[in-house]
């Protein structure tokens, strides 16, 4: 079960690298029970765009909060609330899939046995494979053992990047199902995505232009 959910509002967000500006006039909101497909050609700034929302870069205008609240304002909170999956996945090459998993709760400050560890791996379609070093393991199923951080948190909001490449076609199912019982669960998916992978539940595309 998801935990209780604020509402996240992006307001009037604009970007800039270097002297070129990637977008603005950015805003929209997300409440519990809700996804938001986030679209665009390469190179308008969805990765960027996400860092924002998640704090982990500046923004050059605009403001995100959290429960009305500006993120900063709240952001022991927020945190406690996000979970974030990036391109680079943060897995540690010499330890296995379970370790990895147990080691990211341990450094959250989470609970976590290996019993639910492994419950979530196998989720993933990665029974059997929970020991071996991720070193020996294919870039779809390094992708999967990332993806098991969903079902091994309680975080509301879900900010999701590119978490379908590398997916075979049953692994998109089921990662489509998971996110679309998180949404039904009263938490929020914000992702990007090359492809149309609709979730159940209530949402909508939002498509970044310059």
């Not at 990637?22 to 929209?28: A, Q, Y």
């Not at 029970?33 to 998640?54: A, F, M, P, Y």
């Not at 923004?59 to 304002?73: I, L």
């Not at 400050?109 to 419950?119: E, F, H, V």
């Amino acid at each position: 079960m998801s935990a209780p959910s604020s509402t996240l509002r992006v307001d009037n967000l604009a970007c800039e690298r270097g002297q070129r500006r990637l977008f603005s006039n950015v805003s929209f909101d997300l409440s519990g029970g809700q996804w938001l497909h986030l679209e665009g050609d390469n190179g308008v700034g969805k990765t960027s765009l996400l860092r924002i929302v998640c704090g982990l870069s500046p923004a050059h205008e605009g403001q995100v909060f959290w429960g009305g609240r500006p993120v900063s304002d709240v952001a022991a909170d927020f945190r406690s609330n996000l979970l974030y999956l990036g391109h680079a996945l943060s897995l540690k090459e010499e330890l296995s899939a379970l370790e990895n998993l147990l080691a990211d709760a341990a450094v959250a400050g989470r609970a976590l046995s290996t019993t639910q560890a492994m419950a979530a791996l196998a989720q993933q379609g990665l029974k059997g494979r929970e020991h071996l070093p991720l070193r020996v393991l294919s870039q779809g199923q390094k992708r999967r053992t990332a993806l098991a951080r969903l079902q091994a948190g309680n975080a509301s909001l879900w900010v999701l990047d590119e978490p379908f490449v590398a997916l075979d076609v049953r692994a998109v199912e089921s990662l489509r199902q998971v996110l679309s019982q998180h949404v039904a669960q009263g938490g929020m998916v914000l992702f990007t995505s090359h492809q149309p992978v609709p979730l159940q539940g209530s949402g909508h595309s939002y498509r970044l232009q310059r």
